[in-house]
């Protein structure tokens, strides 16, 4: 893999190795070198790894013939490995043809495991014969395993490389790089520490933590060791106290199931903000340069780390953003993790004695910031000197991200007659210092990293001492909040954080912000009267033109949100978008910019959100339900006029939506509750819209959702459904008939895999054959999509297949069984799915029940194949009939209690397309009822009750099979109940209510005779006198009702 052509001149970066001998720069001059990627089909080796060896790779700093080893368990030719790596690396600076050259020297090795040696031993003899190639040009061969994996396979990865990986110290070195976590607390991580160090010593690991690898984080050795004033003032007698701060602006995003297993203290504070605080905190090493430096530096931090006591609750604020929860990744839904942390800690030595030193990290706050922040003590007699004034504190601000920047916040006099100090600033901003007119660009932390390792530098990699001590000082507090339960402090989205944690850092730390001080952009300016005054970005501009002004607008950019802007802007409407937190707005007018240049604009805030849209104003919100909601609307309806329209598109409790169109009302502001169902792809394609509210205000903004709404046939699937609160109805029904869909298929699919014995593969088939029949829907689709799904992450088995059997839930599905039972209306199919999620949450009570709890004797039950797989297709068939059924019945009952008069064959016309239970018997449920709109129930209508009749034989061999192999199925057995309940012109109703005569004198009606009446059952019994006023509260349900 020699190219000697490959990059013109072959020029060395000249700062790369400034002070480096001839020998030092062997192992790139004069060596081989084999780079294994374990894990390389994963997200970190596609967005970091490879891209980071791409970048030195085109700047000529790694050896000239270098091969790269893909390893992972997927099955990848080299051709697929490099499709994969190829659109992460095209995002790149890099020329394409760099990029296709750099591909050319990145193979593929797989295995069945990361300990399969087999595989390993294929691998060695491929680095061998590459090294025995090119040895005749070279003095060494080296080898670099780089370890983007999970920590659970770190045993068997290491003992692999130990047998069949280690180059021959004669030959050359082998080192590797640990990618964090290195553990969840001090156990785990003497664990993991045991594991490594018994087959690789300390100088061929390098435990790597991105941040050591950030300009500004390695500048802090040079400013203080380098600048004669800096360490005059670097001590507890001038600084009052330093924060280290990380904030991001968006929450988990998906990976909440990740997240939630560490939270915010194990993901920033325990490594990368600690890190930072050792270097700026520590002694002056002996040495900085040279092979001595990985250790001097290193014995300074952990001097440092050894001065910290362990944390305790009292140094503590814990928060966590609303509604965290609601990611559907998380299972635990009561969950204390914290997404926000402030930490009060103090270093205990002379130089450091009673400084406190704050680290804050947090998530879904108002901006992503990382940085160093250092306030000195209040000059010395400034209040005598400037009487009257409030001198403002010296401080020192190194910024990690974005824009590597550091200033020096330093008073000034003020401009014009006043000789009152202000405070301005002494800045260095890297961009626009060193890059702004250069071709080159600042390297990224990873690729410092990476080359650190190549020349044997250690400095910026993290010792194992370092990491126990870092436990030591966390474990009690990470203790502390998951086995005493400590609480977090619930703190609203795109703000700082709990207002706790400022009143905690003010009176802990005694640090004063400087209200009137503000950072811009690109330059350092203060807050001024000036008519020169620079305007913040934050400001909007007063008025926009005809031409500028929007047709509708969006508020809240989750993904939701983002993708429904974008399918209004590509159906021709100027959208503009607005977020609590800048970032995401952003991205969304990035994405439109990249997905066709679509018209869309971002506002600053509400208020320049309503200035830039065109009369009347129609604003989609999509935020989080409940408060979240009344704020947004509060706040919008300040800066709105009578006839502008508000449309909440998220699932909310349909009383909200009344209360809030009663709110808007006196103001002549229209309110439409609406829902949306499609998930976040429907969205962006064409969901499926069910709006309630005026029916003017519907007019207005029907031309843009008729034309975003999913298409079906000659129809778009969106329509007016009647007065506020009816399509928050119908979209709350809709998620209980998706609940009993969803757990309708999971009992067949139990059938298929538990008792049948089929494989996945088997399954997938099966259900794409069924999804071509009677059974069409989009569930049944995706099943087949989801059992063919191999898992990409471990390449080992089916997703499916390690994914936890806890189901997870938001609460339309319980407001769905909450109603019924209010509106009298049997839902047993959708009450019978909330159940089993209730029960799927209990995990460990479960698998505790399945050791004592006895299934049926007969283990091996003899059943005909082919019979049962048409009974359960025939089954499954009738119970869907059912659950919708049940829906539409409740909506009628809603409808008729609330005079909303909807039109059941336009719920089942909007559901026919974009949304999660779309359903080729939808065509014919439309028409059941548009033929006859009074029909009582779906299942007496005459086509359906012809096919329920039919199958009703198979469906009961499969509950029957169900019962007698100790499979639950609750919805297939209690939709089958529905039915057997309904159809009977008689119940045993009468026993019922003889009962609660009996013991409570309720009554009873007679089928012979009008009125109530009351039975003296004993001798006990007394005269109840008038039967009719016994009734009085009485749910007395007519069977019409029970629909």
Same mark, same amino acid.
């Given at each position: 893999?020699?190219?000697?052509?490959?990059?013109?001149?072959?020029?060395?970066?000249?700062?790369?190795?400034?002070?480096?001998?001839? *020998?030092?720069?062997?192992?790139?001059?004069?060596?081989?070198?084999?780079?294994?990627?374990?894990?390389?089909?994963?997200?970190?080796?596609?967005?970091?790894?490879?891209?980071?060896?791409?970048?030195?790779?085109?700047?000529?700093?790694?050896?000239?013939?270098?091969?790269?080893?893909?390893?992972?368990?997927?099955?990848?030719?080299?051709?697929?490995?490099?499709?994969?790596?190829?659109?992460?690396?095209?995002?790149?600076?890099?020329?394409?043809?760099?990029?296709?050259?750099?591909?050319?020297?990145?193979?593929?090795?797989?295995? *069945?495991?990361?300990?399969?040696?087999?595989?390993?031993? =294929?691998?060695?003899?491929?680095? =061998? #014969?590459?090294?025995?190639?090119?040895?005749?040009?070279?003095?060494?061969?080296?080898?670099?395993?780089?370890?983007?994996?999970?920590?659970?396979?770190?045993?068997?990865?290491?003992?692999?490389? %130990?047998?069949?990986?280690?180059?021959?110290?004669?030959?050359?070195?082998?080192?590797?790089?640990?990618?964090?976590?290195?553990?969840?607390?001090?156990?785990?991580?003497?664990?993991?520490?045991?594991?490594?160090?018994?087959?690789?010593?300390?100088?061929?690991?390098?435990?790597?933590?991105?941040?050591?690898?950030?300009?500004?984080?390695?500048?802090?050795?040079?400013?203080?060791?380098?600048?004669?004033?800096?360490?005059?003032?670097?001590?507890?007698?001038?600084?009052?106290?330093?924060?280290?701060?990380? %904030?991001?602006?968006?929450?988990?995003?998906?990976?909440?199931?990740?997240?939630?297993?560490?939270?915010?203290?194990?993901?920033?504070?325990?490594?990368?903000?600690?890190?930072?605080?050792?270097?700026?905190?520590?002694?002056?090493?002996?040495?900085?340069?040279?092979?001595?430096?990985?250790?001097?530096?290193?014995?300074? *931090? &952990?001097?440092?780390?050894?001065?910290?006591?362990?944390?305790?609750? +009292?140094?503590?604020?814990?928060?966590?953003?609303?509604?965290?929860?609601?990611?559907?990744?998380?299972?635990?839904?009561?969950?204390?993790?914290?997404?926000?942390?402030?930490?009060?800690?103090?270093?205990?030595?002379?130089?450091?004695?009673?400084?406190?030193?704050?680290?804050?990290?947090?998530?879904?706050?108002?901006?992503? %910031?990382?940085?160093?922040?250092?306030?000195?003590?209040?000059?010395?007699?400034?209040?005598?000197?400037?009487?009257?004034? !409030?001198?403002?504190?010296?401080?020192?601000?190194?910024?990690?991200?974005?824009?590597?920047?550091?200033?020096?916040?330093?008073?000034?006099?003020?401009?014009?007659?006043?000789?009152?100090?202000?405070?301005?600033?002494?800045?260095?901003?890297?961009?626009?210092?060193?890059?702004?007119?250069?071709?080159?660009?600042?390297?990224?932390?990873?690729?410092?990293?990476?080359?650190?390792?190549?020349?044997?530098?250690?400095?910026?990699?993290?010792?194992?001492?370092?990491?126990?001590?870092?436990?030591?000082?966390?474990?009690? @507090?990470?203790?502390?909040? #998951?086995?005493?339960?400590?609480?977090?402090? @619930?703190?609203?989205?795109?703000?700082?954080?709990?207002?706790?944690?400022?009143?905690?850092?003010?009176?802990?730390?005694?640090?004063?912000?400087?209200?009137?001080?503000?950072?811009?952009?690109?330059?350092?300016?203060?807050?001024?009267?000036?008519?020169?005054?620079?305007?913040?970005?934050?400001?909007?501009?007063?008025?926009?033109?005809?031409?500028?002004?929007?047709?509708?607008?969006?508020?809240?950019?989750?993904?939701?949100?983002?993708?429904?802007?974008?399918?209004?802007?590509?159906? $021709?409407?100027?959208?503009?978008?607005?977020?609590?937190?800048?970032?995401?707005?952003?991205?969304?007018?990035?994405?439109?910019?990249?997905?066709?240049?679509?018209?869309?604009? $971002?506002?600053?805030?509400?208020?320049?959100?309503?200035?830039?849209?065109?009369?009347?104003?129609?604003?989609?919100?999509?935020?989080?339900?409940?408060?979240?909601?009344?704020?947004?609307?509060?706040?919008?309806?300040?800066?709105?006029?009578?006839?502008?329209?508000?449309?909440?598109?998220?699932?909310?409790?349909?009383?909200?939506?009344?209360?809030?169109?009663?709110?808007?009302?006196?103001?002549?502001?229209?309110?439409?509750?609406?829902?949306?169902?499609?998930?976040?792809?429907?969205?962006?394609?064409?969901?499926?819209?069910?709006?309630?509210?005026?029916?003017?205000?519907?007019?207005?903004?029907?031309?843009?959702?008729?034309?975003?709404?999913?298409?079906?046939?000659?129809?778009?699937?969106?329509?007016?459904?009647?007065?506020?609160?009816?399509?928050?109805?119908?979209?709350?029904?809709?998620?209980?008939? +998706?609940?009993?869909?969803?757990?309708?298929?999971?009992?067949?699919?139990?059938?298929?895999?538990?008792?049948?014995?089929?494989?996945? =593969? =088997?399954?997938?088939?099966?259900?794409?054959?069924?999804?071509?029949?009677?059974?069409?829907?989009?569930?049944i689709e995706i099943t087949a999509k989801i059992l063919r799904k191999k898992d990409d992450l471990t390449d080992e088995g089916y997703v499916v297949d390690k994914i936890l059997d806890k189901t997870g839930m938001k609460g339309t599905g319980k407001w769905?069984?909450?109603?019924?039972?209010?509106?009298?209306?049997?839902?047993?199919?959708?009450?019978?799915?909330?159940?089993?999620?209730?029960?799927?949450?209990?995990?460990?009570?479960? &698998?505790?029940?399945?050791?004592?709890?006895?299934?049926?004797?007969?283990t091996g039950i003899e059943v005909n194949k082919e019979q049962v797989l048409d009974d359960l297709k025939a089954a499954l068939y009738a119970s869907k009939v059912c659950s919708y059924a049940q829906g539409l019945s409740l909506i009628r009952a809603a409808?008729?209690?609330?005079?909303?008069?909807? !039109?059941?064959?336009?719920?089942?016309?909007?559901?026919?397309?974009?949304? @999660?239970?779309?359903?080729?018997?939808?065509?014919?449920?439309?028409?059941?009822?548009?033929?006859?709109?009074?029909?009582?129930?779906?299942?007496? /209508? %005459?086509?359906?009750?012809?096919?329920?009749?039919?199958?009703?034989?198979?469906?009961?061999?499969?509950?029957?099979?169900?019962?007698?192999?100790?499979?639950?199925?609750?919805?297939?057995?209690?939709?089958?109940?529905?039915?057997?309940?309904?159809?009977?012109?008689?119940?045993?109703?009468?026993?019922?209510?003889?009962?609660?005569?009996?013991? $409570?004198?309720?009554?009873?009606?007679?089928? /012979?005779?009008?009125?109530?009446?009351?039975?003296?059952?004993?001798?006990?019994?007394?005269?109840?006198?008038?039967?009719?006023?016994?009734?009085?509260?009485?749910?007395?349900?007519?069977?019409?009702?029970?629909?």
């Amino acid at each position: 893999m020699t190219d000697t052509n490959l990059r013109p001149g072959g020029i060395i970066p000249v700062d790369a190795f400034e002070h480096a001998s001839p *020998k030092d720069l062997e192992w790139l001059t004069s060596s081989t070198l084999v780079v294994v990627v374990m894990g390389a089909s994963g997200d970190l080796a596609k967005k970091k790894t490879y891209p980071s060896l791409l970048n030195l790779y085109d700047d000529n700093l790694l050896p000239q013939n270098t091969m790269i080893i893909g390893y992972a368990r997927s099955k990848l030719t080299n051709d697929d490995l490099r499709d994969r790596l190829r659109p992460f690396l095209l995002k790149t600076s890099h020329s394409e043809v760099v990029v296709e050259r750099f591909l050319q020297r990145c193979v593929y090795q797989g295995g *069945k495991s990361y300990g399969d040696l087999d595989a390993f031993e =294929e691998m060695k003899g491929r680095m =061998e #014969e590459f090294e025995a190639k090119h040895s005749a040009e070279s003095s060494h061969a080296n080898r670099l395993y780089y370890f983007a994996i999970p920590p659970n396979v770190f045993a068997d990865t290491g003992l692999a490389i %130990k047998e069949k990986g280690m180059q021959d110290d004669a030959k050359g070195w082998t080192r590797l790089i640990v990618e964090k976590p290195f553990g969840r607390d001090l156990e785990s991580f003497e664990v993991l520490n045991k594991t490594l160090s018994q087959h690789f010593n300390e100088e061929m690991m390098f435990r790597i933590d991105h941040y050591l690898g950030k300009e500004m984080v390695q500048n802090l050795t040079v400013l203080r060791f380098s600048n004669i004033w800096f360490e005059r003032v670097w001590n507890s007698e001038n600084i009052k106290c330093v924060m280290l701060t990380f %904030k991001e602006p968006f929450g988990t995003d998906g990976r909440g199931g990740y997240f939630d297993k560490y939270g915010i203290i194990r993901d920033i504070l325990q490594n990368h903000l600690l890190q930072v605080l050792t270097l700026l905190a520590m002694e002056a090493p002996h040495v900085l340069e040279g092979p001595k430096a990985g250790k001097a530096i290193r014995d300074a *931090k &952990v001097a440092v780390l050894n001065a910290i006591e362990p944390i305790r609750p +009292e140094d503590v604020v814990l928060g966590q953003y609303e509604n965290y929860a609601d990611d559907p990744t998380i299972e635990n839904k009561d969950t204390n993790t914290p997404t926000f942390a402030t930490i009060r800690l103090f270093v205990n030595t002379p130089r450091w004695h009673g400084v406190p030193f704050i680290m804050k990290a947090g998530k879904a706050l108002n901006e992503r %910031k990382a940085e160093m922040r250092v306030q000195f003590k209040d000059a010395p007699a400034a209040d005598y000197l400037f009487q009257g004034t !409030d001198t403002p504190r010296n401080e020192l601000v190194m910024r990690m991200q974005p824009h590597e920047a550091m200033y020096m916040k330093t008073n000034v006099k003020s401009p014009g007659f006043t000789a009152k100090p202000v405070q301005s600033e002494l800045e260095v901003n890297y961009d626009t210092r060193f890059f702004a007119h250069q071709k080159e660009a600042n390297p990224d932390a990873y690729t410092r990293l990476i080359l650190d390792v190549l020349q044997g530098k250690q400095a910026a990699f993290v010792r194992d001492d370092e990491l126990r001590r870092a436990w030591e000082i966390f474990t009690p @507090i990470l203790h502390s909040i #998951e086995k005493d339960g400590l609480q977090p402090i @619930i703190y609203p989205q795109g703000g700082r954080g709990p207002p706790e944690s400022d009143k905690f850092i003010a009176d802990n730390a005694g640090y004063v912000r400087n209200e009137d001080y503000v950072f811009y952009e690109g330059s350092v300016a203060r807050k001024s009267e000036g008519t020169n005054k620079q305007p913040s970005k934050s400001e909007p501009k007063k008025g926009y033109t005809d031409d500028e002004l929007c047709d509708v607008g969006l508020f809240g950019l989750a993904v939701m949100g983002q993708n429904f802007a974008l399918n209004m802007a590509e159906h $021709g409407f100027k959208v503009c978008v607005g977020n609590r937190s800048p970032a995401k707005v952003e991205l969304t007018v990035k994405r439109a910019a990249d997905e066709g240049n679509l018209p869309i604009v $971002g506002a600053t805030n509400p208020e320049d959100l309503v200035a830039r849209l065109s009369k009347p104003r129609k604003i989609v919100i999509l935020v989080q339900a409940g408060k979240p909601v009344d704020d947004m609307v509060s706040t919008l309806a300040r800066y709105m006029q009578p006839g502008d329209v508000i449309i909440d598109g998220g699932n909310e409790w349909f009383p909200n939506s009344i209360r809030r169109a009663e709110f808007l009302e006196p103001k002549g502001i229209h309110f439409i509750g609406m829902g949306i169902s499609g998930g976040e792809e429907g969205a962006r394609k064409g969901p499926s819209l069910m709006p309630g509210g005026p029916k003017d205000a519907y007019d207005l903004v029907a031309p843009i959702l008729t034309k975003c709404a999913a298409e079906v046939g000659d129809y778009t699937c969106a329509g007016y459904l009647g007065p506020v609160g009816a399509g928050n109805y119908v979209k709350m029904v809709h998620n209980g008939i +998706e609940y009993g869909d969803m757990q309708l298929i999971a009992e067949v699919y139990d059938v298929l895999k538990n008792v049948l014995n089929m494989t996945n =593969e =088997e399954m997938a088939d099966l259900f794409d054959e069924w999804n071509k029949t009677e059974l069409e829907s989009y569930l049944i689709e995706i099943t087949a999509k989801i059992l063919r799904k191999k898992d990409d992450l471990t390449d080992e088995g089916y997703v499916v297949d390690k994914i936890l059997d806890k189901t997870g839930m938001k609460g339309t599905g319980k407001w769905t069984i909450q109603e019924a039972a209010e509106k009298g209306v049997a839902a047993p199919t959708m009450a019978s799915a909330l159940d089993v999620r209730m029960i799927s949450a209990r995990k460990e009570e479960r &698998v505790e029940a399945e050791k004592v709890l006895a299934g049926p004797s007969n283990t091996g039950i003899e059943v005909n194949k082919e019979q049962v797989l048409d009974d359960l297709k025939a089954a499954l068939y009738a119970s869907k009939v059912c659950s919708y059924a049940q829906g539409l019945s409740l909506i009628r009952a809603a409808s008729e209690e609330h005079k909303w008069n909807v !039109d059941l064959s336009e719920c089942a016309r909007l559901w026919t397309g974009g949304c @999660i239970i779309r359903a080729k018997v939808l065509d014919r449920i439309q028409k059941a009822f548009k033929e006859n709109p009074t029909l009582p129930n779906l299942l007496v /209508d %005459k086509d359906f009750s012809n096919e329920i009749n039919e199958r009703s034989g198979a469906w009961r061999r499969v509950v029957a099979l169900c019962v007698t192999s100790g499979t639950g199925c609750p919805s297939l057995c209690n939709s089958l109940s529905y039915f057997d309940t309904y159809r009977r012109g008689r119940l045993t109703a009468n026993l019922t209510q003889a009962q609660r005569d009996y013991f $409570g004198g309720h009554t009873y009606e007679r089928t /012979d005779q009008e009125g109530r009446f009351h039975a003296q059952w004993t001798d006990a019994h007394k005269d109840i006198g008038d039967a009719s006023k016994r009734t009085a509260g009485e749910n007395l349900q007519t069977l019409s009702s029970f629909n």
